[in-house]
């Protein structure tokens, strides 16, 4: 299941939200995180089975970010927590499998969870105030990490704001076969 995925679309609530990960599913992305702490409950519902509809029809795995109601709502595969939410082993005993944002090498070696988030990476918009860990975190995860992990953090931005999604996510696919990351 997650072990055979590769690129990880997180994106927030926006106009034409299936568009979007129809242009990214075509990419290449085949994890897509829906994550919009600002949104009412209402509008992240609505966005996420909007977004479980898209994903379900092309079997690509859906995250919701912190919500483990919404997510067994509407169906979805996993949970994504951060450091300071919700504990994995809560997540657990709901039945969910979970994914974890890691920032330090502590953090994942500690780390109890299906997958890893490892940044952010790059600067983002969604997390004002945190530093991106940069690549050697990455490099960390990628020596360390016990469990499938993807680098977060700025891609949002390359696929979710790029002229054409599609496109940037078939770029961002081939650098990671150029890099000789297992690519189903």
Sequence with gaps: MIEDRRLYLVTG?????????EAAIRGGVDIVQI??????????LA????????????DVLLVVNDRPDLAQLIGADLVHVGQDD????????????VGLSTHTPGDIDA?????????????????????????????????????????????????????DPERAARGLRSV?????VAVP
Excluded: C, N
Aim: avoid cysteine; charge should be positive.
């Design 86 to 97: 919700l504990p994995t082993a809560a997540v657990h005993r709901l039945g969910l499998p």
């Design 47 to 58: 966005a996420l089975e909007i977004a479980r509809e898209v994903t379900r029809r092309h």
């Design 176 to 180: 990671l076969e150029r890099a000789g």
């Design 35 to 44: 994550r919009d702490k600002r949104a009412t409950d209402r509008e992240l």
């Design 111 to 163: 780390a109890d969870a299906e997958y890893l988030g490892v940044g952010p990476v790059f600067a983002t918009p969604t997390k004002p105030g945190r530093a991106p860990v940069g690549l050697d975190l990455v490099r960390y995860a990628a020596g360390h990490a016990s469990v499938p992990w993807f680098a977060i953090g700025g891609v949002d931005r390359a696929i979710g704001e790029a002229r």
């Design 13 to 21: 609530l926006r106009p034409h939200l299936a568009d979007l990960l």
